[in-house]
Every structure is written in C-alpha cells, then in structure tokens.
C-alpha cells in the first residue's frame, strides 16, 4: 500500500490539512484494470487525483492467456466526497497519453472498517527491504532469515511496506543508521512503519508525527506489537507545533518525509530548520515528473543531493544538511566579491 502522502491538491494532504473518514463508510475505492506496463502510471494517476493510498501488485490472467498480463490497481478516496473523486479520477485518465489507460473503466465501492480489514489482510504479504529488515504482517512467524521484523497492522491508515515510495525509505533509512544516529524524525508517520524501522536499525529516540487520528492510533498499537515502547514517541500534530525548532547544533541527524510533493514543498522551511548541520533527509511519496520541484525546494546552499532513486514511477531521495555559514562569514564572502567585481 502507499503512504499517505505519507504521498496534492485533488485533495491535498499538506502540514495543515487532511481529510477526516466519514463514519458511515471510511474509504472510497476505485479500482482499475489495466496491463501490467501501464500499473505505475494508473497508480500515479491516482496519486494526482487525490488517493490517499494506492494498491498494485495483484496481478490476473487475461482471458485466454497463459501468463499474468493485467493488474488491478486500486486508490482510496474519502468517502465523504464521491462526486469529487469520481471527477478526479476520470479527468486524471483522460490526461493519460496511453489510449487503453484513458478508455479504462472504473469500479467503486466503498470499504467500511470490516472490510477494509479483510482487503489488507488478502493483500499483505512480507516485505522485505534492503540488507537486513522485512515488514511483516502480525500472523507472520517466520524469522525471514535473522532480518529485523516489523510488524504493521495497518489498522485504518496507510503504510506496509509493499510500495515504491515506503520500500525506497526504508532502503534509504538502512543505508544512514549505520552507525544509527541518537535521534531521528518520522514526518508523516502513517501506521509508524518508517519509525519503527529506525528503532530496529538502533535509533535510540524516533518522533512520529501525523497529522490522521487514526494512523497514530494504528501507530500506536504497531509499537506495542514491537517492543520499543519508549523508543519512539507519536504526535498527532503537524511538525512546525510539535517540534520547536532546535538550538543551533540540536537538530535531527536524520529526518524522513513520505509526504506528497505539496507537502514536501510547503514544509521545506520547517524541515531545514530541524535538520542538524550535516543531518540526512529522506523524500519520498513523489513521482518522477515531480522530482524538480522537490530538488528546487531543497537546493543549495542549504541542501546537498545525495542519491535519487527511481523505482517505477516514484523517486525516493537523501538530501544532506549544510552547514549554515555564520553571519559574519557571509558578509565576508560578499565583501570580497564586490572587491572582485571592482578589480
């Protein structure tokens, strides 16, 4: 499943805003058949028209068919407002360059907490990610090899580790904790899969924060289920009320946002200002057409690109921190370069 953007205008899930269930009925799905090459780009669609998650990986026989050649890919819209979705979703395909894509018809349906429960529980296999971690779902027993077991119940929230943009961090999270820094700092936390993760890579302290009740409700239960309570602290508030920006050498070595572009464009101030001097960000949640945006957003000479990976139609990133150059040696630099100009 996706993170949230946890990855927009259609509707936006940004550091202020996020649509709240209905009671009667928690999600709208539209789901989607389509041929396997065209499943990135129908679930990036999606994206665009405002899923708060997307489903693909469910691979069919067309009929006749001896192999697998088409995909069912599946979003999840609040129920609250159909009409808005069923309008988005079809403007979305019809902007699609590929013919089939724009002529695909869409089923809807809506998905109460029972059913959601069932979806998942059908659809939620093990993840694993990198050299050493592997989510898994709580009926799971298997040791998959001595990796380090996190174990999501995704409840009524997004996030378990199967798709491009929550695989990419957890890459990326691997990759930075070794050594694990003391500290780290979960934006857009969802069912808390990327904090926890950071707990089992040997992060001390990790702050989860998410703007849902229900994803931190589901956050919290996952770290009872795996025993770090007291590691990782939750907050279901947005990051610039819940974490004051830090004295000057404070900020979090590492930090990660599975948010959708918006987000991460809107939160690029509130973001540099509580990353460490030489910190680490992850970005995820963003599609390659929008990868410029994200770079411009975190650009020198605050920010430094250090990877950009692309998997399928997602880029995950790792920007590092500058070190702010002191008042006094910036208006050096531009003294001297006024003398040069004059020479």
């Avoid at 808390?192 to 931190?216: E, F, H, M, S, T």
Wanted: with cysteine; aromatic share 4%.
């Amino acid at each position: 499943m996706a993170a949230r953007a946890k990855t927009t205008t259609k509707p936006t899930k940004t550091a202020a805003t996020k649509p709240s269930p209905a009671s009667r009925s928690v999600w709208l799905e539209a789901a989607i058949r389509v041929p396997i090459d065209a499943a990135d780009k129908v679930g990036a669609l999606l994206i665009e028209a405002g899923s708060q998650g997307v489903i693909t990986g469910v691979r069919e026989l067309a009929r006749g068919a001896r192999k697998k050649t088409h995909e069912t890919v599946r979003g999840f819209f609040p129920s609250r407002e159909p009409v808005r979705a069923r309008l988005a979703v079809r403007a979305a395909l019809t902007r699609a360059r590929d013919a089939g894509v724009r002529r695909a018809s869409v089923s809807w349906r809506e998905l109460d907490a029972s059913l959601w429960e069932m979806d998942w529980r059908q659809h939620f296999q093990p993840v694993r990610a990198g050299r050493s971690l592997v989510v898994v779902p709580p009926w799971d027993r298997d040791d998959h090899g001595g990796r380090r077991r996190v174990v999501i119940h995704p409840g009524m929230a997004f996030g378990t580790g199967q798709h491009a943009t929550t695989l990419g961090c957890l890459e990326a999270l691997e990759s930075l904790a070794s050594p694990p820094p003391s500290r780290a700092l979960d934006v857009g936390t969802g069912t808390g899969v990327l904090a926890i993760a950071l707990a089992k890579l040997g992060v001390r302290k990790v702050v989860g924060l998410d703007l849902d009740p229900q994803a931190i409700t589901a956050a919290r239960g996952n770290v009872r289920r795996n025993a770090i309570k007291g590691r990782v602290a939750l907050a279901c508030r947005g990051l610039v009320e819940a974490v004051p920006v830090p004295a000057a050498g404070r900020g979090y070595p590492l930090v990660v946002a599975n948010l959708y572009v918006d987000a991460l464009v809107e939160l690029a101030p509130a973001i540099a200002a509580r990353v460490a001097a030489g910190g680490h960000l992850v970005t995820s949640g963003v599609l390659r057409s929008q990868q410029g945006r994200v770079r411009a957003a975190y650009a020198a000479p605050d920010w430094k690109l250090v990877t950009a990976k692309r998997r399928g139609a997602w880029v995950t990133s790792i920007f590092q921190r500058r070190d702010p150059a002191p008042p006094a040696a910036t208006a050096k630099r531009a003294t001297g370069t006024r003398k040069r100009k004059r020479a």
